[in-house]
């Protein structure tokens, strides 16, 4: 079973009798360029049993501390907040490598101030203008979801005293990551699936290097972590789009090149992805 609560999974299906694409409604577009799911195609389309009901979709927010993030709810303007509020829920496992910091909840409206760390308070990452933009673009689409698996200083490469990286593909924090999917999927108690994948990397893997061969491992862990999401969650999704984000760390571009070019090698080796370079972080690379 892909779901511990496979009975509201059953009602998922993937038949041609939705008019349009569930991810860009019909525009063939995402996020101003060719979306990824439909590929331009806006025929392509998912179907449920009950006709009904239009699946959800739930788009997963992955990485490290970028992810997280760190953003301060005061400024985020009320106007936003409502908007996002109405029409937006989240559901999140964060920081679960460090107890003291980890907090979770399931489905909720998303706010500004929903995550709580224990130790620094009210936090929230991409999530709030990710959400203002994919509403703009998916105007049709009554609701959107954000499940979200993040942890601050992790790894694909490097480990920590002398431990496995946290994000190792196969590892104990990706089991969680899959585990965390398949039951909030179906918690959320409506006909879903999974329309997309943002990955946003932290400051902790900037030490990669193509001379030791740790920038090809990199490169190497992320294809094979989307592959594994991909296939662990294959009855919830057509392809799963991936969106990866270059890091910028201050104003030294030149600690980021080697970990930006891994990167972007992956999304290389991947269909159905795109690649958010710097310097301006918003122009999608195909």
Request: hydrophobic letters at 35%; proline letters at 6%; charged letters at 20%.
């Amino acid at each position: 079973s892909y779901c511990t609560q496979s009975s509201l999974l059953s009602e998922i299906r993937f038949m041609p009798e939705f008019p349009t694409c569930q991810v860009c409604n019909g525009s063939g577009l995402l996020l101003s360029e060719v979306c990824p799911l439909c590929d331009g195609d806006p025929s392509f389309s998912y179907d449920i049993q009950d006709k009904g009901c239009n699946p959800v979709p739930i788009f997963i927010l992955a990485g490290q501390s970028n992810c997280v993030g760190r953003g301060v709810p005061e400024d985020v303007s009320s106007d936003l907040a409502e908007r996002i509020a109405q029409r937006v829920r989240i559901c999140f496992d964060l920081e679960r490598h460090r107890p003291e910091e980890a907090h979770t909840a399931s489905w909720e409206s998303l706010t500004p101030g929903c995550q709580v760390n224990p130790q620094f308070g009210e936090h929230f990452g991409p999530e709030i203008s990710l959400a203002d933009t994919l509403l703009l673009s998916m105007a049709n689409t009554a609701e959107l979801c954000f499940a979200k698996f993040a942890m601050g200083s992790s790894s694909l490469v490097i480990g920590r005293d002398g431990g496995d990286p946290e994000w190792d593909p196969d590892g104990g924090h990706v089991n969680a990551l899959i585990k965390f999917l398949q039951e909030q999927c179906a918690l959320l108690g409506r006909p879903a699936y999974f329309a997309g994948m943002f990955w946003n990397q932290g400051n902790s893997d900037l030490k990669v290097k193509q001379s030791d061969g740790s920038a090809d491992k990199y490169t190497d862990r992320l294809v094979t972590l989307l592959t594994r999401v991909r296939s662990e969650l294959k009855h919830l999704h057509r392809g799963l789009p991936f969106v990866a984000c270059h890091v910028r760390k201050g104003s030294k571009p030149k600690t980021t090149q080697q970990i930006n070019a891994a990167i972007a090698k992956a999304w290389e080796q991947l269909d159905q992805a795109m690649c958010i370079p710097i310097p301006d972080g918003a122009t999608l690379a195909r």
